[in-house]
């Protein structure tokens, strides 16, 4: 393990009330002690900083006396820290250069910069955290709304981890039970029941996994935002849409054919849920080669797209062109929207549409008066958060998490075969072996240097 102590500037650049310099590590007092002075003017010996508490003075380069800024210090002995090691925060005022300055002191006093999430690193690599709630410190920053946020607080609090060394736990139980099986066959004759073993890994394994990685395609959206491609040919209010859906002027709305040119793009969020809502171009055949890549990119942003909204005219029938870009949309999940039923003037909700629309989810709005945007809103979020009726305490697993549970289960359930054909005990505890080292990787138990370097890099500096 890397002994050195690491320093870094924890606050964003730019000016600000205050900028924190942290460091951690074997050095971090002494170093703290050489630079920090409180009033009285006398530098205080490292062994006299108590833990938990905060000091009030100056930092001053030991060399010259120079005062570089007047400071908050604050100490936190190992193991009661963010990384279980020595740890000092110096709370400077805020801006670049004097956070830069002491910085540059204490890197000469013998600290070294850290690399990105390394104090995250440090409390995963002295057992403080595991992985997944190292890998939630990211995600509670980069939360792109209430409910990832809620979602990753979830995941922070340890709820995985917990949830899997439950499973963790029983898998090993059932390995015990089988090497005792292949080790001593003599002396436990019915170590082996198959079908107790079946049943066990199907509640405990199987079950449990299924329900977690369900949980990862229900709550993607929430913690990833769902990407809605808005389509229709030219005139038929996709802007006038966007900025309804918006709240704001973004698109240019305009009552000539063509002129949302290119895809636009921009997010809103419905009850803490993130949109990406795009606006493409008028989807008609045309002659002008800077709307045909135009419709190029409708057509990628629609296979991109999580969610269509189809847009129509409700006071005149459905057109050919209509029909043509409602096939576009292929299989994608859809909402058509029958726009301008300000303009219609028959009873009902507009026009009627194909019947082979009729499984699609149809609202009737008016984009310039915002009738019916509020049921749209509503729509949009239902069709993101699903069957997530609660979302804190929701337990989401990411992309890695996913992929290895995946890989546990398929590895539970080829135990299960292997247990019903009554396979030699060391052919099913090898895949047993295999479910328990799934489940070491996402805790970390079993990571390796450049999967921890992978997920350490997304991180920001002094955090
Ligand atoms: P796009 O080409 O599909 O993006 O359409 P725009 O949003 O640019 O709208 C084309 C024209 O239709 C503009 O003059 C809009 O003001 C008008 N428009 C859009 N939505 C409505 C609506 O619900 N009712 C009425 N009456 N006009 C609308």
Request: hydrophobic share 45%; with cysteine.
């Amino acid at each position: 393990m890397d002994d050195s102590t690491i320093a870094a500037v924890a606050t964003p650049p730019g000016p600000g009330a205050i900028s924190i310099i942290r460091l951690s590590g074997s050095r971090a007092l002494p170093i703290a002690a050489a630079v920090f002075r409180p009033p009285g003017g006398t530098f205080t010996a490292s062994k006299f900083f108590e833990s938990h508490r905060l000091y009030y003075g100056h930092v001053v380069d030991p060399k010259g006396g120079r005062v570089l800024d007047e400071v908050l210090l604050s100490v936190m002995r190992g193991p009661r820290s963010y990384t279980r090691e020595d740890v000092v925060e110096i709370n400077a005022h805020g801006g670049h250069h004097a956070a830069r300055a002491i910085l540059e002191l204490v890197v000469r006093e013998g600290a070294r910069l850290s690399e990105p999430g390394e104090f995250t690193r440090r409390a995963f690599l002295n057992g403080r955290i595991d992985l997944t709630q190292a890998e939630a410190v990211c995600e509670v920053i980069l939360a792109r709304s209430q409910r990832s946020l809620a979602a990753s607080v979830a995941l922070l609090a340890g709820n995985l981890r917990l949830k899997l060394q439950k499973i963790q736990d029983v898998i090993n139980e059932i390995r015990v039970v089988l090497e005792a099986g292949i080790d001593f066959p003599e002396d436990v004759p019915e170590t082996v029941d198959s079908a107790a073993l079946r049943g066990r890994i199907s509640v405990d394994v199987i079950d449990p996994l299924q329900l977690l990685i369900r949980n990862y395609i229900d709550g993607r959206t929430i913690r990833e935002g769902l990407a809605v491609t808005i389509m229709g040919r030219p005139n038929v209010g996709k802007s006038s849409l966007m900025n309804q859906l918006l709240e704001k002027e973004r698109s240019i709305v305009t009552a000539l054919p063509g002129t949302t040119r290119d895809v636009v793009q921009d997010s809103t969020s419905i009850e803490g849920v993130v949109f990406y809502l795009r606006d493409t171009a008028g989807l008609h055949q045309s002659p002008d080669p800077v709307e045909s890549i135009g419709m190029a990119k409708t057509q990628e942003s629609a296979d991109e797209a999580d969610l269509v909204i189809l847009v129509v005219e409700a006071h005149l029938p459905i057109k050919a062109e209509d029909i043509r870009i409602y096939e576009m949309i292929g299989s994608k999940s859809r909402i058509v929207v029958m726009n301008k039923i300000d303009l219609w003037t028959g009873s009902g909700d507009g026009a009627g549409l194909p019947s082979i629309w009729r499984e699609s989810r149809c609202l009737p709005i008016s984009a310039l008066t915002g009738a019916g945007i509020e049921n749209l809103r509503a729509e949009l979020y239902r069709t993101a958060v699903g069957g997530v009726a609660e979302t804190s305490g929701f337990l989401i697993p990411n992309l890695r998490q996913k992929g290895l549970m995946e890989r546990c289960l398929s590895a539970a359930s080829a135990a299960v075969e292997d247990l019903a054909r009554n396979a030699a005990p060391e052919l099913v505890a090898v895949n047993v072996a295999l479910a328990s080292d799934c489940l070491g990787e996402i805790l970390g138990t079993h990571a390796k240097d450049d999967l921890l370097d992978g997920i350490f890099s997304r991180f920001c500096i002094g955090k």
